[in-house]
T-cell receptor, first 116, second 114 residues
């Protein structure tokens, strides 16, 4: 069955420290992978996406993610965290629905807290 | 501002009442989706639409109905609300094509059924 696992429910880092959020997926075909961020009371904003090609993808707000097929992982990283990065982060895989569209299978999210 | 607008933002219903959530997008997107978000469960797809006049079931469609009479609007209906439908509901849209796979999400509707 298709699934996405985010093993860390909560992560706390100090401002300026590096960040890595883990994501593992289970999907039979070549996955389309995404990271979204959700600030409190807001909708989800796309950070970055991977379809094919270069396995290191750059996103907005200084985030990057690396696709590792052998480990079925798509971890999100940022070299230096800012207080405004405090939010909930969701990893997702795109699963075809037919009719040219797809659905997301979301992980359960990782809530990031940033200490001043 | 262009984007996805959801109304209302908050609502409290009594068990058995009905209501309709409205999603409107002004980006001329073909595809629209309704998700629900519950703590510890991520987001789950309720219904979706690939174009005006078409709808289809997602993962958790029971207790919900949808309509897409106009391209820009996607309505989610609860005919007889139940406490299990207490959730945050998100609408999303995207254009067709494999090179634009990101969705644009609305800011959500927080629904409480008592």
């Amino acid at each position: 069955a298709q699934s996405v696992t985010q093993p860390d429910i909560h992560i706390t880092v100090s401002e300026g420290a590096s960040l890595e959020l883990r994501c593992n997926y289970s999907y039979g075909a070549t996955p389309y992978l995404f990271w979204y961020v959700q600030s409190p009371g807001q909708g989800l904003q796309l950070l970055l996406k991977y379809f094919s090609g270069d396995t290191l993808v750059q996103g907005i707000k200084g985030f990057e993610a690396e696709f590792k097929r052998s480990q079925s992982s798509f971890n999100l990283r940022k070299p230096s965290v800012h207080w405004s990065d405090a939010a909930e982060y969701f990893c997702a895989v795109g699963a075809p629905l037919g009719s040219g569209t797809y659905k997301y299978i979301f992980g359960t999210g990782t809530r990031l807290k940033v200490l001043a | 501002n262009a984007g996805v607008t959801q109304t209302p933002k908050f609502r409290v219903l009594k068990t058995g009442q009905s209501m309709t959530l409205l999603c409107a997008q002004d980006m001329n997107h073909e595809y629209m989706y309704w998700y629900r978000q519950d703590p510890g469960m991520g987001l789950r797809l309720i219904h979706y639409s690939v174009g005006e006049g078409t709808t289809a079931k997602g993962e958790v469609p029971d207790g919900y109905n949808v309509s897409r009479l106009k391209k820009q609007n996607f309505l989610l209906g609860l005919e007889s609300a139940a406490p299990s439908q207490t959730s945050v509901y998100f609408c999303a849209s995207r254009p067709p094509g494999t090179d634009t796979y990101g969705y644009t999400f609305g800011s959500g509707t927080r629904l409480t059924v008592v």
